[in-house]
């Protein structure tokens, strides 16, 4: 791509960003390189590469992909949104203390719990839309600030150049998760954050057959750091994985316009149907959340979460689906709909689901690409039989 790309729009950095035709062949699209090491010219030259591990042509092209989506500085790619995340508490150290949303994903909440607190980490789980809670937070050890906006499963909206300037003011470092709504709609970089999370398992690579994680950050300490994790640890996307999410990045503007339209018209369906007893989806007007949504954002995706009520209503729909798919993760071109309390956040302890309204009755659903009436005729179908 030449030029700035930072001056094209989206869909076209998304297409062309870090993906110069290959200079042996001309390949429109980057190459594979399935390789673990490279052979040095002679002795101390090399052409940039050393040892796969370190450096892959591949994974270089999806992370500055991802990096000029989001504006950030560099990306880093990992063989997880798990080991993203993993990699983003290297900045802390033993007796460091970390903010962070009490609505998280629930392998984010069992590692940072079960695994991290073993090291003398501390964490505080606040309500990150609620300010005066995030400041009141803040310690003289807080070194990380970590939000997911919105909130897995609860649909929670935090005002995330708020939150930034909270942070700052008390030196630490603010992540934003970003899986749920992708820099198609949101990009916290530009909001203040210094560091943005994806599991590009999910809207990035949108197909549902590649598991992988990214930082982007937007200085270079942090930058320099990652890569330096990511070497020494080794936990990176695979040149195969690396192709395939460069893949779907391609189509990801016209993906996420799709998913969002239908994923609005699902919303307004649910919230309106008698067997629906509360919906969250932070495009409805009467979302708590939807004021600081539209200001931060430009869409509001295509994850709804809604209560049945009761475990046996949520189980009788979910048995009774034919299109949509029952399953753990989001964000691919088929619909997936899951049970957080029994799927996702099966690790939280019942008495902290109950506390965030992670009930029995609960159900999430990502909207895919199907065409939106077979969708409502299944769940009308599905309902019927509640």
Not at 147 to 160: L, S
Not at 173 to 192: C, H, K, M, W, Y
Not at 279 to 290: Q, S
Not at 292 to 313: E, K
Request: proline share 4%.
């Amino acid at each position: 791509m030449k030029g700035d790309p930072k001056k094209s729009g989206f869909s076209t950095r998304a297409i062309h960003a870090g993906q110069s035709p290959d200079p042996t062949t001309g390949s429109v699209t980057v190459p594979i390189y399935q390789t673990s090491t490279y052979v040095h010219d002679e002795l101390g030259q090399h052409k940039g590469y050393e040892y796969a591990r370190v450096q892959n042509p591949t994974r270089e092209a999806l992370e500055q992909n991802v990096a000029t989506l989001e504006n950030g500085l560099a990306g880093h790619a990992f063989a997880s949104g798990m080991a993203a995340i993993s990699t983003l508490l290297t900045l802390t150290r033993t007796g460091d203390h970390v903010v962070c949303s009490q609505n998280v994903y629930g392998g984010t909440y069992r590692f940072f719990s079960q695994i991290l607190e073993r090291y003398g980490l501390r964490f505080s789980w606040i309500d990150s839309t609620n300010l005066d809670a995030v400041e009141a937070a803040m310690t003289e050890e807080t070194r990380l600030v970590y939000i997911e906006t919105p909130t897995n499963p609860m649909m929670e909206i935090t005002d995330i150049a708020a939150v930034a300037d909270i942070a700052h003011e008390h030196g630490a470092v603010l992540a934003v998760d970003n899986t749920f709504i992708s820099p198609r709609f949101q990009r916290p970089l530009e909001l203040g954050a210094d560091v943005v999370i994806h599991s590009t398992t999910k809207f990035l690579n949108g197909h549902s057959d590649s598991i992988g994680g990214i930082l982007v950050s937007s200085r270079a300490k942090d930058a320099d750091w990652f890569a330096f994790v990511q070497k020494s640890v080794g936990a990176i996307l695979s040149p195969f994985d690396s192709f395939l999410v460069l893949r779907g990045l391609k189509t990801l503007a016209v993906r996420m316009d799709r998913h969002e339209t239908s994923g609005r018209a699902i919303a307004e369906f649910l919230n309106g149907h008698a067997k629906v007893k509360h919906v969250l989806y932070p495009g409805l007007p009467d979302h708590p959340g939807y004021e600081v949504q539209s200001r931060q954002a430009t869409g509001y995706g295509a994850l709804i979460t809604f209560d049945l009520g009761t475990y046996d209503a949520a189980k009788t729909l979910l048995d009774n689906l034919e299109v949509m798919s029952l399953a753990e993760s989001l964000g691919g071109v088929e619909t997936l709909i899951s049970h957080p309390a029994s799927m996702t956040h099966a690790s939280v302890p019942p008495e902290k689901r109950e506390e965030l309204g992670i009930t029995e009755g609960v159900v999430r659903v990502s909207v895919g690409l199907e065409d939106l009436q077979d969708l409502v005729a299944d769940f009308e179908s599905a309902l019927a039989k509640i």
